[in-house]
């Protein structure tokens, strides 16, 4: 048992940050939010391979673990890059995922095409998990399509489709990042995969999820800490006092406890570890849930009054992490699928 | 990266796992009554010679010492395996096995470890710490216990509290004050101390949960041999902090594995209680913290794999120990008001569970007020965290 990164993944998240700090820095991130996804940028993105991490070789892709992406996937999520960036990950997996993910009944684009398109960043994609009602769905205005995954599957559904359906475009999205755009009703879409693709599918999107949660997590308590070594009050930096050092210390412990739900999730799904991978998985998802944002909030308490600007990039934490929790199942859905289990152990 | 066993490990498990199967049953019940120490330091000492004498004593301890050299994970999974067979807990032996003994094996003189190694592996000699006073719990090196120097002798007059089973204890890990005129991290020595020498006097305290685990200890004049000091004169706070470097993440893991246990209990106490018209397990915000618990039991549990993978590369923990018990005392204590909520009126009897469950929630939720101030108390730790892992400054 070796449950701390290796050369190679220690190596991959450098990277990973480098290159958010070369082309993902805030300010650029920032001045997405006026023109939504940038399409030259995602190309880049998926140029670097971070959508073929786990995109089978024999198909170009990298053949990497979901550890891997994990790493990487961190480093995306502390940058706020925007984006469907699970989805594109996803999509281009799922020619691994399962061996009927190309088997069952299309038509027009088939899913090998998608997942090809996924993976250079030639075609967006967004994911959804098929819900009643009124719902908003994210970059509706960017995205080729969306695959909405049920219990029965997973479902493509056309650009055109949103179009026709006067997807309207809210006016502020609760993170400026993240455009949303309300339908009245999703379509039922095309089948592209059964349902067990669509319980993997699931499964590793809110691996993914979690992981950008981590990036926030973590990247909103050193956001906070730095504060905290320069800002003074009293003749002193107000890292000294104890309220605030304590809540520090809160805030890099709920962290750890997270990087090692997160870690161990990925392994787990990986098959190097000894536990249930959907268990692993929800295990991620809820700590996720509840650690992201309240780092977040914790990070805007440490900036005072500047904490509740827009200038400063605290809320911006908060807002994704709040998106986050919605996707691929919020962490009350996993606590009560762990309670199950444990009521019928 | 990654959470699989060698093939060595899993033999390692395996080979445990039998022999637990065989020795089990020969263990019989622990005694149920919380104020017989004496009952419980020949349970807790039988069950050490039952470990010793299948070379299974002093796992983490290095083999040249009697003990068995395994690698931190090895150590994981023995602690792991025993705890999940329901084997007992190290108890009185705590002191022996896991602070005063690693403690001679960094720094006692050799003839101090054949004397004192090999009976604390045979469960013979059990040891306390006297450590805290009443004027010095967190700040512990203003410590104010006398030792004067009398010859070959020290001579030691001052008072200990909350000391561990004191009362049935055959040894102390003590810190004396041999210097009072310098800062207080250099006028200290670490001794030995003899239960059985003239001087000494316990008073056993009664804890909020009505047993009497630990005690005042009243010493006047008590002669401590001087070949008794461990390392030198006015160096005993270096040496206890070698002690603590000691830690390699394993500190928590019958814990853990124990609070799995008790979740699994409590669950199963929610599915026999009503709210109003239905089953508690039938309320979804109970079910969901119960969920949550049980995440971020698991989620502690990979910690604590984490913790100890960086001791095995690295050697240490560091103040990554510090953030799993800042996480755990949460967790524990979030479990405690899970339990108070679910057991409403059949939570008003601590150790009569009316059947309901196998465990002692009461107990427990008592128990969960100590992990937030034994051994360093919560805000102590995330001070630690605060200025040695993020780098805050001091307030001074
Ligand atoms: C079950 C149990 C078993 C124990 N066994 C032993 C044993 O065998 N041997 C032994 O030597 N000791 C033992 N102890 C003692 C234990 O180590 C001390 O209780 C602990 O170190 C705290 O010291 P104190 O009780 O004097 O509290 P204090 O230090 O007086 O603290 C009181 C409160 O003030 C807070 N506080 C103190 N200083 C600061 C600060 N600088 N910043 C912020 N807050 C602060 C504390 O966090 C706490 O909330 C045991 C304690 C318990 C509960």
Redesign the pocket.
């Known amino acids: 048992m070796d449950f701390e990164l290796n050369e190679d993944q220690e190596a991959l998240a450098e990277g990973v940050a480098a290159l958010c700090a070369g082309r993902f820095d805030i300010g650029t991130v920032r001045a997405m939010a006026s023109d939504g996804l940038d399409r030259g940028r995602w190309t880049e993105l998926a140029q670097t391979g971070v959508f073929s991490l786990t995109r089978p070789e024999a198909e170009g892709g990298l053949g990497m673990g979901w550890a891997e992406a994990v790493v990487v996937f961190e480093q995306l999520g502390r940058a706020l890059v925007p984006g469907p960036l699970a989805a594109a990950t996803l999509t281009a997996s799922l020619v691994g995922l399962s061996e009927t993910a190309t088997a069952v009944e299309t038509s027009g684009l088939d899913p090998v095409e998608i997942g090809e398109g996924a993976a250079e960043g030639s075609i967006v994609v967004g994911a959804l998990q098929r819900c009643g009602g009124p719902c908003f769905v994210e970059f509706a205005e960017w995205v080729d399509g969306l695959i909405i995954s049920d219990d029965e599957g997973l479902w493509w559904v056309d650009a055109e489709w949103l179009k026709a359906a006067d997807a309207a475009p809210a006016a502020h999205p609760l993170d400026p990042l993240t455009p949303v755009s309300a339908v009245s009703e999703l379509p039922q879409g095309r089948r592209i995969a059964d349902r067990s693709t669509a319980v993997v599918w699931r499964r590793c999107g809110a691996l993914l999820t979690s992981a950008l949660q981590l990036g926030i997590a973590s990247g909103a308590t050193d956001q906070a800490v730095e504060y905290a070594k320069q800002r003074e009050q009293f003749g002193k930096p107000i890292g000294a006092f104890?309220a605030v050092k304590h809540r520090c210390a809160d805030m890099i412990t709920r962290v750890e406890v997270l990087r090692a739900a997160v870690y161990a999730a990925a392994v787990t799904v990986d098959g190097k570890g000894v536990d249930d991978p959907s268990r692993s998985v929800a295990v991620a998802k809820i700590l996720a849930s509840s650690a992201a944002a309240a780092c977040a909030k914790d990070s805007v308490q440490v900036h005072g009054g500047m904490g509740y600007t827009w200038e400063v990039d605290a809320h911006l934490f908060l807002k994704r992490a709040w998106v986050h929790d919605l996707a691929f199942g919020d962490g009350d859905d996993y606590a009560d699928q762990l309670a199950r289990g444990l009521l019928s152990g | 990266m990654d959470l699989c066993y060698t093939e060595d490990e899993e033999a390692f498990r395996d080979e445990l796992r039998t022999w637990l199967k065989g020795a089990l049953p020969n263990v019989g019940p622990p005694p149920t009554d919380h104020t017989d120490l004496e009952a419980r330091r020949a349970y807790d000492t039988r069950w050490q010679r039952i470990l010793y004498e299948a070379g299974y004593a002093g796992v983490h301890w290095p083999a040249e010492f009697g003990g068995r050299g395994s690698t931190p994970t090895e150590h994981l999974i023995f602690l792991e395996e025993t705890e999940r067979a329901g084997a007992p807990y190290v108890g009185v032996n705590f002191v022996g096995q896991l602070h005063a003994g690693p403690t001679l094996i960094a720094e006692a003189a050799p003839e101090q470890q054949r004397a004192h190694l090999a009976p604390i592996l045979r469960g013979d000699h059990v040891w306390?710490?006297?450590?805290?006073e009443p004027g010095s719990?967190?700040?512990l090196a203003s410590l104010t216990t006398r030792a004067f120097d009398d010859g070959d002798h020290y001579v030691v007059t001052g008072q200990?509290i909350?000391?561990?089973f004191a009362q049935v204890a055959d040894y102390c890990e003590l810190l004396v004050r041999t210097d009072p005129d310098v800062p207080k991290h250099r006028g200290i020595t670490w001794l030995i101390m003899p239960m059985d020498l003239p001087g000494i006097e316990i008073r056993p305290i009664v804890t909020a949960l009505g047993a009497s685990e630990?005690a005042e200890m009243f010493l006047d004049e008590v002669r401590i041999p001087k070949v008794n000091r461990v390392g030198g004169h006015n160096d005993g706070w270096r040496v206890t902090m070698v002690t603590f470097a000691f830690e390699r993440g394993t500190a928590f893991i019958s814990e853990i594995i124990a609070s799995q246990r008790l979740l699994a209990d409590l669950a199963k106490v929610a599915q026999k209680v009503t709210r109003g018209s239905a089953r508690a397990s039938d309320d979804a915000e109970i079910r969901r913290r119960l969920g949550r618990l049980e995440a971020e039991l698991d989620a502690l549990w990979s910690l604590t794999k984490r913790n100890v993978s960086q001791a095995q590369r690295t050697g240490m923990v560091g103040p990554g120990g510090s953030v799993f018990k800042l996480a755990y005392a949460d967790t524990r204590k979030r479990m405690s008001d899970l339990a108070e909520q679910i057991l409403g009126r059949a939570g008003l009897a601590i150790g009569d569970t009316l059947d309901l469950g196998e465990l002692d929630h009461v107990g427990e939720r008592l128990y969960t007020l100590?992990l937030t101030?034994?051994?360093?108390?919560s805000?102590?730790q995330r001070?630690i965290v605060g200025e040695r892992l993020l780098g805050l400054p001091k307030d001074r």
């Open positions: 104890q | 306390c710490q006297g450590f805290s719990g967190s700040d200990k909350w000391t561990s630990f100590t101030i034994a051994a360093g108390t805000e102590i001070t």
